[in-house]
């Protein structure tokens, strides 16, 4: 399935007091919906996702030439140093001679330097990706919101039942002054921008989810983060991993994209595409010409 995150501009948003989406998302996000919330379309292929955005925004996807364009990549150290299955990896980097036989530029970044460092991890957030989601007087869902609104819509499920022993959030949290979030904030998105211009890129790719999916246990998943899984040699919860990439656009409020690109281990491993915030539309006609060139994966090998 190709599955597409629409612009949430995050931090623009936590800076300007301002509730801009793409998609508009007032009563279809549980209670209250924040800054990273956000619906968005799956479906068998970009082409697909491309329609349902245009009927959406009314916006028209261009048509895109791979060989007029330039997308950052990670650069070697990345497959060899950070969480990132082998066999996963191999599938990304099979996509990428791909696309650069197709025609298209590929630059290579220090993708943990340029990128990562500005939002972090799952486990180790920076203050901006904390301040994006959580600062600047961010909506924050709590046992009393989920309360309220199970009241109202759901009155015989409790939130105990819609938990499960999960953690739940009890309230605010201790954050430095406006002006101190706000720096952090800009300079956050400042460098995220400059990314794209100094390497002159439409996109940045690297894989959606660095590990293939893991099996349904018996009893459930390990709360809260899953198994202790080992990849490059470090031992790291395997929920923690699978949200490492995907916690990077949420936090920056950038459209993302992830294309199927191949299977690993008989399961599918997908391509994420990153544009800056708000050019959702040339991300679009991007993913689909990435898509013609890689072709329709086969159905996992079950």
């Known amino acids: ?12 948003n936590a800076i300007q007091g301002t509730r801009r989406k793409r998609y508009p998302d007032d009563g279809l996000v549980l ?8 619906i968005g379309p799956m479906a068998r292929t970009v082409s697909d996702v491309a329609f349902l955005d245009w009927l959406i925004t009314g916006e028209q996807v261009p048509t895109v030439n791979l060989r ?9 150290s990345f497959w060899e140093e950070d969480c990132v299955d082998a066999d996963v990896a ?19 970044i220090d993708f943990n330097s340029e990128v990562r460092r500005l ?21 924050m869902p709590t046992r009393d919101t989920m309360a309220a ?23 605010g949290r201790s954050l430095p002054p406006a002006n101190e979030q706000i720096a952090v904030l800009s300079d956050a998105a400042r460098c995220y921008t400059d ?31 899953g198994e202790l899984i080992t990849i490059n040699g470090r031992q790291i919860e395997e929920g923690k991993v699978a949200a490492r990439n995907l916690f990077i656009a949420p936090r920056i409020g950038a459209a993302a994209l992830s294309i199927p690109a191949g299977l690993a281990r008989g399961l599918p491993v997908g391509l994420e595409l990153d544009a800056l915030p708000g050019k959702d539309t040339e991300l679009l006609g ?6 013609a060139a890689i072709g329709l994966i086969p159905p996992p090998e079950l």
């Open 195 to 225: 990314v794209y211009r100094a390497h002159r890129v439409s996109a940045i790719a690297y894989p959606a989810i660095p590990i293939v999916a893991s099996p349904i246990r018996a009893g459930g998943p390990k709360e809260p983060f």
């Open 286 to 291: 991007l993913g689909v010409a990435v898509q």
């Open 119 to 139: 939002v972090g991890t799952i486990e180790q957030p920076t203050p901006a990706a904390v301040f994006a989601a959580d600062g600047m007087n961010a909506p």
């Open 90 to 108: 191999a599938v990304i980097r099979q996509t990428f001679d791909t696309l650069r036989d197709a025609g298209c530029t590929l630059v290579e």
């Open 1 to 12: 399935m190709t599955g597409f995150r629409p612009s949430t501009f995050t931090i623009e």
């Open 149 to 171: 609104w199970l009241e109202a819509n759901a009155p015989n499920v409790t939130v105990e039942q819609m938990y499960r022993g999960r953690p739940m959030r009890g309230g």
């Open 68 to 76: 007029t364009v330039r997308v950052a990549v990670p650069s070697p």
């Open 31 to 38: 209670p209250p919906a924040r800054r990273l919330d956000t």
